[in-house]
């Protein structure tokens, strides 16, 4: 398996503008989740879905931001308007059960 | 909410020792997990190992060993014989109370020094 894919790996966008992150799991896995890292607050969970369901979204830092799963093989963090605090790494990591999550290689996102 | 601290920020070690990395936990949840992940200066979130919280013996993978005290509630990860190549951030986290998302540690800077 080619592991998680997430794309695209470097994003440069200005501020206002819409940012559209996307994720393939690993074929098999139940679980998604979507993290961002950055220094000041260190890696923190956003959302995650169980079977293509949202199921825990309370790390989402408003309204701005918001995330599908609209099958089990594809997911898209949306941030919408975009600012520069958005800054960050932002990972997506899969899981088939409650024991290890394998992590994508994350996308570097820079709002001007 | 789940608390998880990695006292020391940075550690510089010589090749070839083993290395312990400190992690300490708080919650009141019978049941969690605790993962240790290695992020190196690549950025990539690399899995290390696992200990569920009624897991009857020390998880171990290869050189990676976590000493895990349930009583202190500590999980500590040991490197066995430390290689150039192991010089990277590492990060404990923490899962329970039910939820399946990580709670990360801020985590400890590894200098592995030739």
């Known amino acids: 398996d080619a592991g998680v894919i997430q794309s695209p790996r470097h994003e440069v966008t200005e501020m206002g503008q819409e940012v559209t992150l996307r994720c393939k799991p690993i074929s098999g896995h139940d679980y998604l989740f979507w993290y961002r890292q950055t220094m000041m607050r260190g890696l923190e969970l956003l959302i995650y879905?169980?079977?293509?369901?949202?199921?825990?979204d309370s790390g989402m830092p408003e309204d701005r931001f918001s995330a599908k799963m609209p099958n089990a093989s594809f997911s898209t963090l949306k941030i919408q308007p975009s600012e520069p605090r958005d800054s960050a790494v932002y990972f997506c990591a899969s899981s088939p059960h409650h024991n290890e999550q394998f992590f994508g290689p994350g996308t570097r996102l820079t709002v001007l | 909410a789940q608390k998880i601290t990695q006292t020391q920020p940075g550690m510089f070690v010589q090749e070839k020792e083993a290395v312990t990395l400190d992690c300490t936990y708080d919650?009141?949840?019978?049941?969690?997990?605790l993962f240790w992940y290695k992020q190196p200066s690549s950025g990539e979130m690399i899995f290390l190992i696992y200990q569920g919280s009624y897991d009857q013996q020390n998880a171990t993978e290869g050189r990676y060993s976590l000493n895990f005290q349930k009583a202190r509630k500590s999980a500590n990860l040991v490197i066995s014989a430390s290689q150039l190549g192991d010089s990277a951030m590492y990060f404990c986290?923490?899962?329970?109370?039910?939820?399946?998302?990580?709670?990360f540690g801020k985590g400890t800077h590894l200098i592995i020094q030739p």
């Open positions: 879905f169980n079977n293509n369901v949202p199921i825990d």
């Open positions: 919650t009141s949840d019978p049941s969690y997990g």
């Open positions: 986290a923490f899962a329970g109370g039910g939820a399946d998302g990580l709670t």
